[in-house]
């Protein structure tokens, strides 16, 4: 399996503000590398300057190997791009916006298999492609980049929020496109901020937090980090002290909780087995406990003091 994307000790200042502070980040081909973090952690500057569009100020930045700043044009040829915000030009119907997004990535719009899947795609987004885009809502604009990026093949998909907007049964509709795309081997670079989406879509996950990639790996291998919700009907609780590796035991309307390191949690089994415990339900830690992991203290103290560096996204 080749590396598709990589980065290696990448910044960016403008000015005193750093937004990438030494950034290591690997993409390996026909995978869906789920990038995440909030705004202002450098995500959207790092997809900048993997299109060309940003000058890293040091580090090193490669896309299938080549350098993103001197070679835009040729890397832009294998690339589909959607923002998470997305502009139209208002005189120009949606469908002609669509075709001319498409050329500019060698499709010809007389083209059968173009035609067709262009037209699926409509459908299946519930797209009206007659309308001028002046009147598009914010979640048909991103449809707009969503058909145009899907219905070119290209060999890697950078999206940046491109679910921003749509509703749910759209957004299950960009889950096949993704799953679809991935089957035919192509690579995805996937930034949101709905955990639940990349849970189900990525392979890889990563997390960058102030310029930076904190964790990165299948969410398997992450959920080490986290502990995993243990339940079942508590028959004798005064038992429940001797479970070993248990974490926060509580009993509630005749449930026993407790939780358990991810890690050790084949130690514990064998424990609950010999206690004969009933309606065992275990639930391992999802995305979002790894990801408050790293930014719950922010939610309580983001403003607590003002630091003399700034990042943006």
Not at 80 to 100: C, F, H, R, Y
Not at 222 to 233: A, I, Q
Not at 296 to 310: I, K, M, N, S
Request: with cysteine; glycine share 10%; net charge negative.
């Amino acid at each position: 399996m080749s590396t598709v994307i990589r980065t290696s000790g990448l910044t960016k200042y403008y000015g005193r503000v750093h937004a990438l502070d030494g950034l290591d980040l690997e993409v390996e081909s026909g995978q869906v590398h789920g990038f995440l973090g909030p705004n202002g952690s450098g995500k959207s500057t790092t997809i900048r300057i993997l299109l060309g569009l940003a000058r890293a100020t040091g580090g090193e930045a490669t896309v299938f190997g080549d350098d993103p700043w001197r070679d835009a044009v040729a890397l832009h040829r294998r690339i589909a791009t959607v923002p998470g915000d997305v502009s139209v030009w208002p005189n120009l119907s949606g469908g002609e916006t669509i075709d001319l997004l498409s050329r500019l990535r060698g499709a010809d719009r007389k083209d059968p298999a173009y035609r067709d899947t262009k037209t699926r795609l409509m459908e299946a987004f519930q797209f009206d492609p007659r309308k001028k885009g002046r009147a598009y809502s914010k979640g048909n604009r991103q449809k707009v980049a969503l058909i145009a990026a899907f219905a070119v093949p290209a060999e890697l998909y950078i999206l940046d929020e491109p679910t921003s907007g749509l509703d749910p049964l759209m957004e299950v509709v960009f889950q096949r496109e993704i799953a679809r795309v991935r089957d035919a081997g192509a690579t995805v670079l996937l930034s949101s901020h709905i955990l639940s989406e990349v849970e189900q879509l990525c392979d890889r996950v990563s997390i960058i937090r102030a310029g930076r990639i904190v964790e990165s790996g299948t969410l398997a291998e992450l959920r080490h980090l986290t502990r995993t919700e243990v339940s079942f009907t508590a028959a004798d609780q005064a038992a429940l002290a001797g479970i070993p590796g248990a974490h926060d035991v509580r009993v509630e309307d005749g449930r026993a909780h407790l939780t358990v390191d991810s890690d050790a949690i084949a130690e514990t089994l064998p424990a609950l087995g010999a206690l004969g415990v009933q309606g065992l339900r275990i639930e391992p830690p999802s995305l979002e406990e790894l990801f408050l992991r790293h930014y719950g203290d922010d939610l309580v103290g983001a403003e607590a003091a003002p630091t003399r560096r700034t990042r943006s996204s």
